[in-house]
């Protein structure tokens, strides 16, 4: 339901009766299961004593993959001291943030506290890394305190590279058409409140798209599709108009959803501009220039707008001797994963977790639910002695939103190939389904996923 309005969705004519709501909500709660349980390996999941170990585990950061992976090593070590270091108070839903910019969440439903996550009898320093010194086990916080490790977990996330849009202000987001998802859920507040008001009256809009890795690559593609939607329901379509200008050669890095998605848009009416980079922006006159490969420059003007901002590590990941030196991924200056084990190319003693990893694909909170396991498995592995001996494949997965009350459940491989687990859902049709998972069963999975429980 859209907050401030009287619009809502309803469940499909098929599921009204009684007899027929109850075996839908019978398949309901089997998926809820399956979302639960599917995606952990039966290895993963399976019982054996902890392994005693005095060893100390360093987690740099707290986001879901860093809280997650605390509460697994906790379960499989028996004597371990963990330490967490990250400054955040507040634990955001991510997933959440297009729900919120969209109107169709409220904002609470995506913000928690971060105290009460924290693993008991895990140590957590209020401060954020500085700098990593790999070859001396150690990390140095912003306040200059030395942490020395046995082993490390780099959980550190993006960093959002908002320099290089010229003229570019997160703090006017919600103003003169501006909007983006990304930055904070304020941002995804004020989002909404960009594109409710743009949908009233109509008119030109602008969706970017990066060259860079980003944390969940489909977030730019559900909000075109929101934004489509609100102005149908508005009745403001006919006199708008929306353009989807990527930096990339597609819109997605998915052959088979790249696809979909660019015949679905041109069914709709959304044209696509590609290897257009966003240069930079004239918030006051709503006007954004975008360059070519060749760099041809093409002044835009909009209504609306809403920018993804390029992606790279961290600071401290990016300058230290952790990250990829050559290759694809150096130019982000990635963590030096390998993509299989996800245990550190050069440092046998680090492994990567989450959005951080220099891999071919993994940047969502689904691939921190199938990779949280193996990577907490390798390192009980490590510290025993043996080889690591999982194998992550990559998995990805990205509830696709196409309309209020419809998304497509997408779930794919390091190769692209599509990797359904939910018999009764197919990847790149139309689901109810698909859209109660995102809306109502998602974020239970989540917590799951961040208490260390699947």
Not at 196 to 202: H, M
Not at 262 to 268: F, S
Not at 276 to 297: H, W, Y
């Amino acid at each position: 339901m859209l907050k401030g309005d009287k619009m809502s969705y309803r469940e499909p004519s098929s599921v009204t009766g009684s007899a027929s709501r109850r075996a839908w909500l019978g398949s309901l709660a089997g998926t809820s299961a399956a979302i639960s349980m599917g995606l952990t390996s039966p290895a993963a999941r399976a019982q054996t004593p902890p392994l005693p170990s005095k060893a100390h585990i360093v987690i740099a950061g707290s986001g879901l993959a860093g809280i997650a992976i605390a509460h697994r090593l906790q379960t499989l070590l028996d004597g371990v001291r963990i330490t967490i270091v990250d400054a955040k108070q507040v634990h955001n839903y991510q997933p959440g943030f297009t729900l919120v910019a969209t109107g169709v969440w409220p904002v609470d439903k995506v913000i928690d506290s971060n105290a009460t996550l924290q693993p008991a009898g895990v140590e957590w320093i209020k401060d954020m890394v500085a700098e990593f010194d790999p070859a001396a086990n150690s990390i140095v916080t912003r306040s200059g305190q030395h942490i020395r490790y046995d082993y490390l977990v780099v959980a550190t996330g993006t960093h959002q590279d908002w320099a290089q849009i010229e003229g570019m202000d997160t703090q006017a987001i919600g103003r003169n058409g501006l909007a983006s998802v990304y930055p904070s859920s304020e941002a995804a507040v004020a989002t909404w409140a960009a594109m409710d008001a743009f949908r009233k009256k109509g008119g030109q809009a602008v969706m970017t798209l990066p060259a860079t890795p980003l944390k969940c690559a489909g977030a730019p593609l559900k909000m075109t599709f929101m934004l489509r939607d609100r102005l149908a329901q508005a009745g403001t379509l006919a006199q708008s108009k929306i353009t989807f200008y990527s930096a990339l050669q597609n819109v997605f890095g998915v052959k088979p959803v790249n696809d979909s998605v660019i015949q679905r848009w041109q069914d709709l009416g959304i044209g696509v501009q590609y290897t257009q980079k966003l240069k930079s922006l004239d918030i006051g006159a709503r006007r954004a220039t975008f360059v070519s490969p060749e760099g041809d420059a093409t002044e835009v003007p909009y209504d609306f707008i809403h920018v993804v901002p390029p992606m790279r590590a961290v600071d401290a990941v990016k300058n230290s001797d952790l990250a990829w030196k050559d290759g694809p991924m150096a130019a982000g200056g990635w963590l030096e994963v390998d993509k299989d084990s996800l245990q550190h190319r050069r440092y046998p003693n680090v492994f990567g977790l989450g959005d951080t990893n220099g891999t071919p694909r993994g940047k969502t909170a689904a691939t921190v639910k199938k990779s949280a396991p193996i990577v907490a498995q390798h390192i009980v592995d490590v510290i025993a002695g043996r080889k690591p001996g999982q194998k992550f494949d990559g998995y990805t997965s990205c509830p696709m939103i196409v309309r209020e009350g419809s998304a497509w459940l997408i779930e794919f491989d390091y190769d692209g190939r599509l990797t359904p687990s939910l018999p009764m859902i197919e990847p790149l049709q139309d689901s109810y389904f698909a859209w109660l998972m995102k809306i109502r069963l998602l974020k239970p999975a989540y917590m799951s996923v961040l208490k260390g429980r699947v």
